[in-house]
């Protein structure tokens, strides 16, 4: 199943220097490939892999899911906010298909 | 004339032995709880064990400046927040490189593996993570001084994730 509406917060008012949280979402099953549907049938496994959040291009954080990761994948970091910029926050399936999200993030 | 009392008492003694038998099988299953209970002798599936081996690369981890928060007991194994803590300067000489996840007794060993830099600025991550059954939950933090961090935390699952 394709991921969909992924989601992401971040701070309203952030400064040069400062320490953020980036949390993130994102709407999968996250089908482990251990459960049986209603006939007894086995559920193919069907996980989202990586995470991956760029600022400005580079990459500021990964992450490797495997099936331990609950259904819709949360997670959050921090970063030290280097200056203007957009965030890029992408999501890869075991298929390959990718889900991308962009944010700029609001200084003051 | 002389087997008859011998073949009753033969019987009185089988009848009792298979009462103390069977008293003994009841029994058993609570002694081996009680006893998984008291002993806190960690069980890890072979997978960890494997996971484990090739993550430290046979090189024993230190359990220091490293915080895992995970609810002592988790009601839903499916759903379980896992907040996760390194004390690090966070420099480009000296910061947090990896943070793996490890479950001693998922059906996979492997939950999640984090990528940090210095430019995260506090080593601190947060997810949501599936436990099959009550276990251990270890988390390795690779440094980039080439040391290597541990924590393991017990959980008790109510009702477990994973699936069947």
């Known amino acids: 199943m394709a991921a969909r509406n992924p989601r992401f917060k971040l701070p309203k008012n952030a400064r040069i220097g400062d320490v953020i949280e980036v ?55 921090k970063m030290r906010v280097p200056g203007p910029g957009v965030f890029e926050f992408a999501w890869t399936d075991e298929h390959g298909i990718k889900t991308v999200a962009t944010a700029p993030l609001i200084l003051i | 004339m002389a087997k008859m009392p011998e073949r009753a008492k033969i019987s009185v003694l089988s009848r009792r032995s298979l009462l103390i038998s069977a008293a003994a099988a009841a029994l058993s ?71 793996h996840i490890l479950s001693t007794l998922n059906p996979r060993a492997h939950v999640a593996t984090f990528q940090l830099s210095p430019i995260n600025a506090v080593a601190r991550i947060q997810s949501r993570m599936r436990l099959a059954k009550t276990q251990d939950v270890v988390v390795l933090a690779e440094l980039s001084t080439g040391e290597m961090l541990m924590s393991t935390t017990h959980v008790k699952v109510t009702i477990g994730g994973c699936g069947d």
């Not at chain 2, 359990?63 to 009601?75: F, G, N, Y």
């Open chain 1, 23 to 77: 949390k993130t979402l994102i709407m999968h099953p996250m089908e482990t490939g251990n459960r049986h549907d209603k006939y007894g049938k086995l559920i193919p496994r069907d996980i989202i892999t990586t995470f991956v959040a760029k600022y400005d291009g580079s990459q500021v954080f990964r992450a490797e899911f495997g099936t331990g990761i609950s259904a819709n994948p949360y997670v959050s970091f």
């Open chain 2, 29 to 99: 299953p609570l002694l081996a709880y009680a006893a998984s209970r008291d002993t806190q002798t960690p069980e890890r599936s072979k997978e960890f064990e494997e996971a484990f081996a090739s993550l430290t690369g046979g090189a024993k981890p230190v359990a220091h400046d490293i915080a895992v928060d995970l609810p002592e007991l988790a009601d839903n194994g499916n759903f379980v927040p896992i907040t996760i803590t390194v004390e690090s300067p966070m420099t480009d000489a000296d910061h947090v490189k990896t943070i």
